[in-house]
C-alpha cells in the first residue's frame, strides 16, 4: 500500500502561484510514476517517471512544473501564471506507468483544492 498526502492548496489571483506537494509512504518502490490530475479531467495534468521523465497537459505547458525529491518521496507541482480555469481539486496519483490515464494509477490522495479568482 502507499499513502499520498497532498497539501498546498489555497486561494489565490490570476496570475499568481501555488506549489503543491505531495507525501508519499508506504511500498513506494512499486510506484515509478507520479501524477497530478485535476477533477474535473479525466487526463493527467502533470506526471513524473522513474529517471525524472516527464509530460504535461497541453492547458500548462510552460506554467506548471513537476519534480520530485527522492530523499523526501515527495512529488511537487509548482504552479505560475495561474488562470481561473486552473481553478480544480487537484489530485496526486502514484502508478507503474508512465500515463497521463486516470484509470492507470493504483493510489490517490484525498486531494487539495487551487482556487483561482479573477
Known amino acids: 500500500q502507499v499513502q499520498l498526502v497532498e497539501s498546498g492548496g489555497g486561494s489565490v489571483q490570476a496570475g499568481g502561484s501555488l506549489r503543491l506537494s505531495c507525501a508519499a509512504s508506504?511500498?513506494?518502490?512499486?510506484?515509478?510514476?507520479m501524477a497530478w490530475f485535476r477533477r474535473r479531467e479525466r487526463e493527467g495534468v502533470a506526471v513524473i517517471y522513474t529517471g525524472g521523465k516527464t509530460a504535461y497537459a497541453d492547458s500548462v505547458k510552460g506554467r506548471f512544473t513537476i519534480w520530485q525529491d527522492n530523499a523526501k518521496n515527495t512529488v511537487y507541482l509548482e504552479m505560475n501564471s495561474l488562470k481561473p480555469e486552473d481553478t480544480a481539486m487537484y489530485y496526486c496519483?502514484?502508478?507503474?506507468?508512465?500515463?497521463?490515464?486516470?484509470?492507470?494509477?493504483?493510489?490517490w490522495g484525498q486531494g487539495t483544492q487551487v482556487t483561482v479568482s479573477s
Open positions: 496519483a502514484a502508478g507503474r506507468f508512465f500515463s497521463m490515464v486516470v484509470g492507470t494509477y493504483d493510489y
Open positions: 508506504g511500498y513506494t518502490s512499486s510506484s515509478r510514476s
